[in-house]
């Protein structure tokens, strides 16, 4: 491990002492966030394994840094979307998804609007509502516009689950002159906006 901060080694420390603790569950949750804590104190040596690794190794390194909060993790998470690997790329919009960071809004957004991959899309279509960010309903309202299927209903659930009412003209002209698919969809969301 390289050098850690001296504060990550006092955590480090309590944590390792707590997993002696009488009470169960503080030994559980201390092990979880040992766990955590460790993936930090090795942060070298995860962008290591993440360059070096093989395509499993990758993955599991993704949702190592997607459990670290921090400058180099979220750096990591986003050279990952780059990834010419789907899964890996997914994966990690996932974790970028999960940590809520609204410094990853702008990369994933921007991967929505350039990648030609359906399921990139729809991955980063299921995680950009639960950033509150108002850049967010316009990336969404953007992606009815796909001439992918797949696409337009991952757009139109993620409408839904932002809920602005600003949505409810598009969702509407879908749930009345969409295919059947999509207004199964439209239902459901529209039905989920703000009165």
Same mark, same amino acid.
């Given at each position: 491990m390289a050098d850690i901060p001296e504060h990550v080694a006092i955590r480090l420390d309590a944590l390792r002492r707590a997993l002696r603790d009488p009470d169960e569950i503080v030994r559980a949750n201390a092990s979880k966030a040992l766990e955590r804590l460790e993936a930090i104190a090795d942060l070298d040596g995860l962008i290591e394994r993440f360059k070096n690794g093989d395509h499993t190794e990758r993955i599991r390194v993704i949702y190592a840094f997607g459990k670290i909060r921090s400058e180099i993790a979220l750096k990591a998470l986003v050279y990952a979307l780059r990834? @010419? #690997?789907? *899964?890996?790329?997914?994966?990690?919009?996932?974790? &970028?998804? #999960?940590?809520? @960071?609204?410094?990853?809004?702008? $990369? %994933?957004?921007?991967?929505?609007?350039? /990648?030609? #991959? !359906?399921?990139?899309?729809? !991955? =980063? +279509?299921?995680? +950009?509502? %639960?950033?509150?960010? !108002?850049?967010?309903?316009?990336?969404?309202? /953007?992606? %009815?516009? /796909?001439?992918? =299927? *797949?696409?337009?209903?991952?757009?139109?659930?993620? +409408?839904?689950? =932002?809920?602005?009412? *600003?949505?409810?003209?598009?969702? &509407?002209?879908? %749930?009345?002159?969409? $295919?059947?698919?999509?207004?199964? /969809?439209?239902?459901?969301?529209?039905?989920d906006l703000e009165v």
């Open positions: 990834s @010419d #690997d789907a *899964e890996v790329r997914n994966t990690a919009v996932r974790a &970028l998804g #999960d940590s809520k @960071d609204t410094r990853a809004l702008g $990369p %994933l957004i921007d991967l929505l609007q350039q /990648s030609q #991959d !359906e399921t990139t899309q729809v !991955e =980063i +279509l299921g995680v +950009l509502p %639960l950033f509150q960010d !108002e850049r967010v309903f316009t990336a969404v309202q /953007s992606a %009815l516009k /796909s001439k992918n =299927i *797949e696409v337009v209903d991952a757009a139109i659930q993620a +409408l839904g689950r =932002i809920g602005k009412r *600003e949505a409810e003209s598009p969702l &509407l002209l879908v %749930l009345e002159k969409g $295919p059947a698919r999509l207004r199964r /969809s439209a239902a459901v969301a529209v039905g």
